[in-house]
């Protein structure tokens, strides 16, 4: 069964721009959710979400969102990008069971200028 | 979700079997134990879990103490590409999705 995937793997943008990422995640999960991870702060929550609908929610600005589609398949979006969004942004998929697994993906390696 | 305590850092030998201590003291009824790993600039890649039996897959084996307060992760016959940052968490079974890492255990592997 093919792994939680990510793209792009590496993008540069630059300060104001904004960024769509995608993530598709193993075939049958229905929850995504997506994490950032920094050297300084560590991993951190961004939001999940299971059958299109977001159930939890990081505590980050609202610069930061995201969708799922009905194929599961998600994405997140930053708008007026920061030197501080900088970052790898993680994506995780479960299949809801007890317990809860999460499974990740390699990320998305986000660079702003 | 309990708290729990690794060593920043350990070696090990290629071949030989690399042991990562986890303590989880605070550690309740329902909740597993679980490992994660990190290579630098990748995602966490899951390893195992557990709640209160040893378990083993075809990557690890885990070990968790009768009273559940520490538990053990054995890779047994490590290779270069097992150095990575290893991840010990404690998690309910009902506890929210979101995933928090504490600072892990940088296992390096020597040739």
């Known amino acids: 069964k093919a792994g939680v995937t990510q793209t792009p793997r590496y993008l540069i943008k630059t300060r104001g721009q904004q960024v769509t990422l995608s993530c598709s995640p193993i075939?049958?999960?229905?929850?995504v959710s997506w994490y950032q991870q920094t050297p300084g702060q560590g991993l951190q929550f961004l939001f999940e979400?299971?059958?299109?609908?977001?159930?939890n929610k990081g505590n980050f600005p609202g610069r930061f969102s995201g969708r799922q589609f009905s194929n599961s398949r998600s994405e997140m979006n930053v708008s007026t990008l920061e030197l501080g969004d900088s970052a790898l942004y993680l994506c995780?998929?479960?299949?809801?069971?007890?317990?809860?697994?999460?499974?990740f993906g390699p990320g998305t390696r986000l660079t702003v200028l | 979700d309990a708290k729990t305590t690794q060593p920043p850092s350990m070696d090990c030998a290629e071949g030989r079997a690399a042991n990562l201590p986890c303590n989880h003291s605070?550690?309740?009824?329902?909740?597993?134990v679980y490992w994660y790993r990190q290579i630098h600039s990748q995602g966490p890649q899951y390893i195992i879990h557990?709640?209160?039996n040893n378990e083993t897959n075809e990557m690890a084996s885990l070990i968790i103490t009768e009273d559940r307060k520490s538990s053990t992760l054995i890779l047994p016959h490590a290779t270069l590409r097992d150095t990575a940052v290893y991840y010990c968490?404690?998690?309910?079974?009902?506890?929210?999705?979101?995933?928090?890492f504490g600072s892990g255990t940088q296992l390096t592997v020597l040739p």
């Open positions: 075939s049958g999960h229905r929850s």
């Open positions: 605070t550690i309740s009824g329902n909740e597993y």
């Open positions: 979400y299971f059958s299109e609908t977001q159930r």
């Open positions: 557990g709640l209160k």
């Open positions: 968490i404690v998690r309910a079974i009902a506890s929210a999705r979101q995933l928090t």
């Open positions: 995780a998929s479960s299949l809801q069971g007890v317990p809860d697994t999460q499974y």
